[in-house]
């Protein structure tokens, strides 16, 4: 059975520090895996989707990477910013469509 | 574009009721997810309706069951509800174009308390 988990489970950064979320799987056949925020009590906002061909993808101060022969994926957030507190997700997608979450990162970024 | 919508919000029931859910996924996608998250379990994978039929079932009881409607709409029914239910229901759509997964995008949930 595939697991996935997140380290650190939660990280706090000065504003303006450029950090990296890892997420590790332990199935390398993945479909795709998906990168989400969620916000307290809110649903999840999807941020990047790396499909299994793909090493990384890229939108504004967000890129996302993907080593699948190593079961990892990081989240690199650049010039981070208050409103960038929240919980990152990562989710791997499985061939029929089984979706596997992470643990989280709960980010604090403080002013 | 609107998004992914899902009523009832809030939801507050009692031991042995049943309840149940709706989601409406975003115009044209056919294909609509459920989980629950839960503090201790995190986000688990319900199941999937794709084409009014289930495709894919998490490790659920059967006292969790759904169903999909024409229009792509989908209920989710959970019955004799215990405690261990309360949680925060989501569900996600996506396009789902010849077996080819797209990416999904989530509703804001419903939260449901069980007393």
């Known amino acids: 059975k595939q697991e996935v988990t997140q380290i650190p489970a939660a990280l706090s950064v000065p504003e303006g520090e450029n950090l990296v979320l890892n997420c590790s799987f332990t199935d390398s056949a993945i479909y795709n895996l998906q990168w989400f925020r969620q916000d307290p009590g809110k649903g999840l906002t999807s941020l990047l989707l790396?499909?299994?061909?793909?090493r990384e993808q890229t939108s504004g101060r967000l890129n996302a990477s993907l080593d699948k022969s190593s079961g990892r994926s990081t989240l690199y957030i650049a010039a981070s910013q208050p409103g960038d507190s929240a919980t990152y997700l990562c989710a791997v997608r499985m061939a029929g469509n089984q979706f596997y979450f992470g643990t989280g990162t709960s980010l604090t970024v403080i002013p | 574009k609107a998004g992914v919508t899902q009523t009832p919000r809030y939801l507050i029931k009692t031991r042995g009721q049943q309840v149940t859910l709706s989601c409406s996924p975003i115009s044209g996608h056919r294909s609509v997810s459920w989980y629950q998250q839960t503090p201790g379990q995190g986000l688990q994978f319900l199941f999937e309706y794709f084409s009014e039929t289930q495709r894919n079932k998490g490790n659920f009881p059967g006292r969790f069951s759904g169903r999909q409607f024409s229009n792509s709409r989908s209920e989710m029914n959970v019955s004799t509800l215990e405690l261990g239910d309360s949680a925060l229901y989501l569900c996600?759509?996506?396009?789902?174009?010849?077996?080819?997964?797209?990416?999904?995008?989530f509703g804001p949930g419903t939260r449901l308390t069980v007393l």
């Open positions: 996600a759509s996506s396009l789902r174009e010849s077996g080819h997964y797209n990416e999904q995008f």
């Open positions: 790396i499909q299994s061909s793909q």
